[in-house]
């Protein structure tokens, strides 16, 4: 398994603002997702952060929104920009010990945008 | 994008009865996955059932893949409160892909 923190558990942001989210994993693994849960609904993978080189987004998605950073084995951080109230979700970060295996979840950023 | 499309959206038991969840996908897969989310918080695995396997057990659970109709269920027996929760598939696509794509969802809730 993994221990994975996340840092803020809740923010509430103006728009036109950013938000960074933190993720902190307790041993070092070589994938890290980042995944968007609006509300009420289910996840939805933003990107994948590869250490070492840039990350790889999925469609619908656009690096000048979300900067990622992967500066180490054992972080991670997601940068929503220009906040607008339709950013307001959960954001989590997952890993995954082995390709295509379970991933261990974080517990969640909250964002709401006013 | 969403691999597919769970049912019930919405399931509401007495504690001690069965719950049935219905999870379909739209590609070949290497694996599918479910997960528990409770009240908005981080997602816990469950269980990972393989494309070659057919059915699996972890205490309570039950899940059974149906790769033909590209199908899967998640059966929790003698449900409790505490298993109130949304469950989600998520499927592991094949052709060298290491990413999740999830499932809506489906929302339990279990009464005493």
């Known amino acids: 398994s993994a221990v994975i923190s996340q840092k803020p558990s809740r923010d509430i942001c103006q728009r036109g603002t950013s938000l960074t989210i933190q993720c902190q994993v307790d041993s070092q693994v070589t994938m890290m997702f980042w995944y968007r849960q609006q509300p009420g609904q289910s996840l939805t993978l933003i990107a994948t952060?590869?250490?070492?080189?840039?990350?790889?987004?999925e469609s619908g998605f656009v690096i000048d929104k979300f900067p990622i950073s992967r500066p180490n084995l054992t972080f991670s951080t997601l940068t929503v920009s220009n906040l607008s109230p339709e950013d307001s979700s959960i954001y989590l970060c997952?890993?995954?010990?082995?390709?295509?295996?379970?991933?261990?979840f974080g517990p969640g950023t909250r964002l709401l945008v006013l | 994008s969403q691999q597919g499309e769970e049912d019930p959206q919405a399931l509401s038991i007495q504690e001690g009865e069965n719950a049935t969840m219905n999870c379909s996908y739209k590609?070949?897969?290497?694996?599918l996955q479910w997960y528990r989310q409770n009240s908005g918080r981080g997602l816990v695995h469950l269980i990972l059932?393989?494309?070659?396997?057919r059915e699996k057990h972890s205490g309570r659970l039950r899940v059974t893949l149906d790769t033909s109709k590209k199908s899967s269920s998640l059966l929790i027996t003698a449900s409790r409160a505490a298993d109130t929760a949304s469950y989600f598939c998520a499927t592991v696509p094949s052709g060298g892909y290491n990413k999740l794509i999830f499932g809506a969802g489906t929302r339990l809730a279990v009464h005493p």
């Open positions: 952060a590869n250490q070492g080189s840039e990350a790889t987004y």
């Open positions: 059932i393989r494309s070659n396997e």
């Open positions: 997952s890993v995954d010990r082995q390709a295509g295996e379970t991933q261990y």
């Open positions: 590609t070949s897969i290497n694996n």
